[in-house]
């Protein structure tokens, strides 16, 4: 069974930082590539950062500078590394990855969600 398990959410102050992991399991090859969505209260779902599997990046703007995308091969994770953080960066955070199945082909799974909140 694949699955995508998030961790390292959690409450912080602003200007404080936090690192989110994305650890990708079971019958797969590996990531081709991983996005990380905040979900805001009352709002939608929306893309945060994405790494490809040659590792180019992009963010969105309100991020730039501030969250940093990255991956580990061999340990099949990503991470969001996110500083200076601010209370409108509070949300449930999911990852979702493109990953390569073991059986062949590629297929997109969702993560359970960690959530972060920021205080001001």
């Known amino acids: 069974q694949v699955q995508l398990v998030e961790s390292g959410g959690g409450l912080v102050q602003a200007g404080g930082s936090l690192k989110l992991s994305c650890a990708a399991s079971?019958?797969?090859?590996?990531?081709?590539?991983m996005g990380w969505y905040l979900q805001a209260p009352g709002k939608q779902r929306h893309l945060v950062a994405t790494?490809?599997?040659?590792?180019?990046?992009t963010y969105e703007d309100s991020v730039k500078g501030r969250f940093t995308i990255s991956r580990d091969n061999a340990k099949n994770t990503v991470y969001l590394q996110m500083n200076s953080l601010k209370p409108e960066d509070s949300g449930i955070y999911y990852c979702?990855?493109?990953?390569?199945?073991?059986?062949?082909?590629?297929?997109?799974?969702w993560g359970q969600g960690t959530p972060v909140t920021v205080s001001s």
């Open positions: 979702n990855g493109d990953l390569w199945l073991s059986s062949g082909g590629r297929s997109d799974y």
């Open positions: 079971g019958s797969i090859f590996g990531i081709n590539a």
């Open positions: 790494i490809q599997s040659g590792g180019r990046t």
